[in-house]
């Protein structure tokens, strides 16, 4: 059984930063694709960015240039980076880890954030 375990939102200033993290437990494999998504009140959930196990990031237009992922596949962790935050930027953020070999994707409970002054 895998489980993934979000942490780093909160509250932050327009123009803050914040990094968060998603630790997963259970038989994970660094060929899993990982990723971040977001969904703010009203709207379908979105992705964020996405890394694979070969270390390809792709990532939203709205996160370009100002949003970092990274993995760290001993740790079974995955990072997003949040620089020059914006009041739109506020959302549920959620880690997703993708089994490219079984088709299956897991979700962790999500954590929020909230851009605002």
């Known amino acids: 059984q895998v489980q993934l375990v979000e942490s780093g939102g909160g509250l932050v200033h327009p123009g803050g930063s914040l990094r968060l993290s998603c630790a997963a437990s259970?038989?994970?494999?660094?060929?899993?694709?990982m990723g971040w998504y977001r969904q703010a009140p009203g709207k379908q959930r979105e992705l964020v960015a996405a890394?694979?196990?070969?270390?390809?990031?792709t990532s939203a237009d709205s996160a370009k240039g100002r949003f970092t992922i990274s993995r760290d596949n001993a740790k079974n962790t995955v990072y997003l980076q949040m620089n020059s935050l914006k009041p739109e930027d506020t959302a549920v953020y959620y880690c997703?880890?993708?089994?490219?070999?079984?088709?299956?994707?897991?979700w962790g409970q999500g954590t929020q954030v909230t851009v605002s002054s």
């Open positions: 997703n880890f993708f089994d490219t070999v079984g088709g299956r994707g897991y």
């Open positions: 259970g038989t994970i494999f660094s060929i899993w694709r």
């Open positions: 890394i694979s196990s070969g270390n390809t990031t």
